[in-house]
């Protein structure tokens, strides 16, 4: 991953921060929210004008009592500096995206990328108790709180989850955590068909199982070593309870000639972080094309996700590799086109997929795409029923539009 250039303005405590966006708000200069840079690809691009605000020094843990089963850390710190925190005390954040070890908890946020555990615990949104937040006026402001119960004003800050900053800097978070689990089993099986594949998913979500992974892998024009549909699965729990799941999860892929395919330690370490890794520019294929590959991101009811798996591969621009991951249970997915010939224009592929996936309720995001001259790419496709929402909370809390200007939905 590439290092990115060092963030114009550096705030070292939140009150730095506000001060900071409203000096810029009353001098009308723009600004890119900064945490460590692993995820500004996502939206539209900055302005070239816009200064960056860095978040990275503030990274201090503000409060954490283990019996409590809460930390408040700052928005700079790393996943994986918190992870480090909680692992001696036996607990985590089952949380697994991208980069954990560089990613901040700020710019995480504002993303609003999660990874393969997402079936097992859900959404980062969902451990998120609180936050304290700069708006661009100069004002910080806080909702949540520091414990599991606190209701009051428990919505405000989930709207900053995934707005890529456009309506305030998160400046400190609140999260609710969980004990780490005393066994986490991965497997991985190979599906003659993608048919098989899912037919195994839906046997691996009946009671008693309950995979906290379910990830198929697909593609067309692929030249993997391995023929055939790859599904990754991982159980945690207790140790009886895993070994039993583990049991019958590989019975089930028996009886449907999905064979278990074994894997050394060192490849089984690879396999997950890859997985959370797929749809991140940084990762490498050997189908890699030569114009580089559209990183698109799909979803659907989750009954609908062999739909949605199809879809992505089959509107692709012919002749192009394509490799897709499936969440199952979700309706999540995400897929690359490799671009192979540089004066492949996508625009009219892209339309026809989404045009697929209204057809089953679902919608279709680009958040990675190379440079391609006479094509613009059209990375959030219809704008969706709430836009009007989005724009007027946008003039609300950053009315002289200084935050991430023009790179969300709508060019908000």
Not at 157 to 166: D, Q, R, S
Not at 207 to 236: C, K, M
Request: charged share 15%; glycine share 12%.
């Amino acid at each position: 991953m590439n290092q990115p250039d060092p963030p114009t303005l550096t705030p070292q405590s939140a009150g730095e921060l506000a001060g900071m966006l409203r000096a810029a708000a009353d001098a009308g200069h723009t600004l890119v929210p900064w945490g460590a840079g692993t995820l500004q690809h996502l939206g539209g691009p900055a302005l070239p004008e816009a200064g960056r605000i860095g978040t990275r020094a503030l990274s201090r843990v503000l409060d954490y009592t283990p019996a409590d089963m809460t930390i408040t850390v700052e928005a700079g710190a790393t996943l994986g500096e918190v992870q480090a925190t909680l692992r001696p005390h036996g607990q985590w954040l089952p949380w697994d995206p991208p980069a954990p070890e560089q990613a901040t908890i700020g710019g995480l946020l504002a993303a609003g990328v999660s990874g393969p555990l997402r079936l097992g615990y859900g959404t980062p949104r969902d451990w998120v108790l609180g936050m304290r937040v700069a708006l661009a006026d100069g004002r910080l402001v806080r909702s949540g709180g520091k414990v599991v119960k606190n209701v009051a004003g428990y919505d405000m800050h989930k709207l900053h989850i995934g707005a890529l900053g456009t309506l305030g800097v998160i400046a400190e978070v609140t999260f609710k955590i969980a004990p780490l689990p005393e066994q986490v089993a991965p497997l991985l099986f190979t599906c003659p068909a993608p048919a098989v594949a899912f037919a195994l998913i839906d046997q691996l979500r009946a009671r008693p199982l309950a995979p906290i992974s379910l990830i198929v892998s697909a593609g067309r024009n692929d030249e993997r070593a391995t023929p055939g549909v790859l599904l990754a699965v991982r159980f945690a729990g207790g140790a009886a309870a895993v070994a039993r799941q583990v049991r019958l999860a590989e019975s089930a892929a028996d009886q449907l000639g999905a064979p278990r395919k074994e894997l050394d330690d060192e490849h089984t370490r690879a396999l997950w972080p890859a997985l959370a890794g797929f749809a991140h520019p940084s990762f490498t294929h050997r189908n890699q094309g030569a114009a580089g590959a559209l990183i698109i991101r799909a979803g659907a009811p989750a009954a609908a996700l062999a739909a949605v798996v199809e879809a992505l591969e089959q509107a692709a621009p012919p002749g192009c590799a394509v490799r897709v991951l499936g969440y199952g249970g979700i309706g999540l997915a995400y897929a690359r086109w490799y671009l192979s010939n540089p004066a492949v224009q996508p625009g009219t592929h892209l339309a026809a997929l989404r045009a697929r996936l209204a057809q089953l309720g679902g919608y279709a995001v680009v958040e990675g795409s190379p440079a391609l001259p006479g094509d613009p790419i059209d990375r959030w496709g219809p704008p969706p029923a709430t836009l009007a929402l989005m724009r007027t909370l946008k003039a609300r809390w950053d009315p002289q539009g200084i935050l991430n200007r023009e790179r969300y939905i709508g060019g908000i």
